[in-house]
T-cell receptor, first 113, second 115 residues
Framework: GEDVEQSLFLSVREGDSSVINCTYT??????LYWYKQEPGAGLQLLTY?????DMKQDQRLTVLLNKKDKHLSLRIADTQTGDSAIYFC?????????????FGRGTSLIVHP | DSGVTQTPKHLITATGQRVTLRCSPR?????VYWYQQSLDQGLQFLIQ???????AKGNILERFSAQQFPDLHSELNLSSLELGDSALYFC??????????????FGQGTRLTVV
């Protein structure tokens, strides 16, 4: 995951919007993903975006993709305490005929009441 | 519940020892991926198996090995353990062999502590 970069921490107040940013390096990545990891659990896919899209909205989640700058962001509107988790950006990276989900180090989102 | 089962949930062992972590993928999934999650390295891809065969290799140490059995469950073997091997080890599965759009379904992980 060393080539997918994210900030490690983000702290927001309940009700505010959260924006988690990510940069990736493989320009051939066709799909980019956001996964969520709650305490004591495995990762779970939140949403993904196809590289020919600039934006994807899914309820409170908005994904923005700037392919030129290889920048991906996840915006969570009206952030709730239940959104506190680690959020991972990921790309499908080609490796030996396969595509491997390759992750950033994750951003810990802390939501204050 | 992702449908991916990992055992054991926790493992404490001494340096120099060998352990085996087990993963049962989701029903019907042919690919299994192993990842190591540590505080300093993040989530590192170790190895992928597809239908019993090794498909892709990541940052896996020579002391580590894996295999996928005919019933599609997989085992990750860690030997000559060092303190630095302490981490959370995740297994994930997906239906295909690893396509561009691959959603990986993760197990809850095995927390390994080497003392």
């Amino acid at each position: 995951g060393e080539d997918v970069e994210q900030s490690l921490f983000l702290s927001v107040r309940e009700g505010d919007s959260s924006v988690i940013n990510c940069t990736y390096t493989d320009s051939s990545s066709t799909y980019l993903y956001w996964y969520k990891q709650e305490p004591g659990a495995g990762l779970q896919l939140l949403t993904y975006i196809f590289s020919n899209m600039d934006m994807k909205q899914d309820q409170r989640l908005t994904v923005l993709l700037n392919k030129k700058d290889k920048h991906l962001s996840l915006r969570i509107a009206d952030t709730q305490t239940g959104d506190s988790a680690i959020y991972f950006c990921a790309e499908s990276r080609a490796s030996g005929g396969s595509y491997i989900p390759t992750f950033g180090r994750g951003t810990s989102l802390i939501v204050h009441p | 519940d992702s449908g991916v089962t990992q055992t054991p949930k926790h493992l404490i062992t001494a340096t120099g020892q060998r352990v085996t972590l087990r993963c049962s993928p989701r029903s019907g999934d042919l690919s299994v991926y192993w990842y190591q999650q540590s505080l300093d390295q993040g989530l590192q891809f170790l190895i992928q198996y597809y239908n019993g065969e090794e498909r892709a290799k990541g940052n896996i140490l020579e002391r580590f090995s894996a295999q996928q059995f005919p019933d599609l469950h997989s085992e990750l073997n860690l030997s000559s353990l060092e303190l630095g091997d302490s981490a959370l080890y995740f297994c994930a599965s997906s239906p295909g062999q690893g396509h561009m759009n691959t959603e990986a379904f993760f197990g809850q992980g095995t927390r390994l502590t080497v003392v």
